[in-house]
C-alpha cells in the first residue's frame, strides 16, 4: 500500500473480535469514514498512523507502521545442538531435516517442548535475548524443502518462549505448496525434487522481552489453522537454504515514568506506580502494601521493568 500512496491506519490491539473503539469517545473509524465518504475535514490525517495497544494497557503511536527503525532480520534454521530443537542462527549452517505431516495435533501440543524432537513438527530456538526486541510487521519465512508427496501445505508459528517453555504464538502463516509460484495457478510437486517456497505471516506489533526466546515450529497440516491436506506426508528441510526474516529492533528499555509508590497513599483498582525499578499495578483497594512483596495472588500486578 505504501507503494501506492493509499491512505490506511491500523490498531493493534490485543483484544477479541469485538469492536476496540465501543469505549472511545471519538470513534477513529466512524471518523475516517466521515472524512473519506463525507469529506468532513475532522483532521483524522493529522493524526498517527499507527496505534498499537499493549497487553499492559498503554498506547504506542506511530507515524508510519512498521516504523523506519525496523530491519529486516535473517534468522537461518540450524541443526539440533542436544537432539531435540534446532537453533536459529546469524550465519547459514548446512544439513536436513525432516518431519512427517499430521492432521492431528492441536497447536498447544505443536509448541510445546521445543526442546524434545517429534516427528510432526520442527522447533528453532534463538538465544536468550539480551535486551527487548520489537517485531513489527509481517515476518516471511523462506524454506527450500523436498517433498515425499505431490501435495502439501507449510506452516509456520512463531513463538514466544520463556525458559523453554511456550508463552505465546506470537504469529501463524501457511503456504499451500502447490501455490507457491503463484496464487491462482497451482503446480504440482515433484516427489523427491528440491522446491522453495515462502510463507508469510500475519502482521504484527510484538515485544519480546528481555531473557525470552524467539521459536519458530515448522510443520505441515495444523489443526483447526489450515484445511488438512490428504496428500500430505514427509517433507525434508535444506538448513542452509533456508531462513526466517523478521522486522525487528531492540526495544527501548520503558522508562519509569509512573508515580513513585508511597506506603501512606490511597490506591485504587487500575492504579500504576514505580517501585523497585518495576512498573506495578493494583488489582483492587490498597494503602501500605509494598509492590513486590504482596505474592503472585496479591494485590500488585508485576507490568515489567522500567
Known sequence: MSAHAVPRKVYLHDGAHVDPFHNEPRDPVGRWMDHWLYDIDNGVMDEPQATVARPDGTRVTEATWPPPTTTPTSLHLGPAGN??????????????????SSGTVAETTMVASPGTAQSYRLAYLGPALQSAHR?????????????????????????HYTGGSSTRVVARGSLDAKNRDSLTTATPLTPGQQHTGTILLEPKDYV??????????????????????????????ALGASRAVLPLTVAPAP??????????SIYNTG????????????????????????????????LGPC
Request: glycine letters at 12%; proline letters at 7%.
Open 271 to 302: 492504579d500504576v506506580v514505580s517501585h523497585g525499578g518495576h512498573r506495578w499495578r493494583a488489582q483492587w483497594w490498597t494503602q501500605n502494601q509494598e509492590p513486590g512483596t504482596t505474592g503472585q495472588y496479591g494485590v500488585w500486578v508485576d
Open 135 to 159: 517485531l513489527s510487521g509481517a515476518a516471511r519465512i523462506e524454506v527450500t524443502f523436498t517433498p515425499a508427496t505431490a501435495s502439501t501445505p507449510l506452516t509456520a508459528l512463531l513463538v
Open 83 to 100: 537432539g531435540g530443537a534446532g537453533s536459529l542462527t546469524s550465519a547459514p549452517v548446512a544439513g536436513n531435516q525432516q518431519f512427517t
Open 255 to 264: 522508562a519509569c515514568t509512573d508515580p513513585a509508590w508511597q506506603p501512606t
Open 208 to 237: 519480546f522481552p528481555a531473557g525470552s526466546q524467539i521459536g519458530l515450529i515448522l510443520t505441515g497440516n495444523l489443526n483447526a489453522f489450515v484445511h488438512p491436506d490428504e496428500q500430505a506426508g514427509q517433507v525434508t528441510v
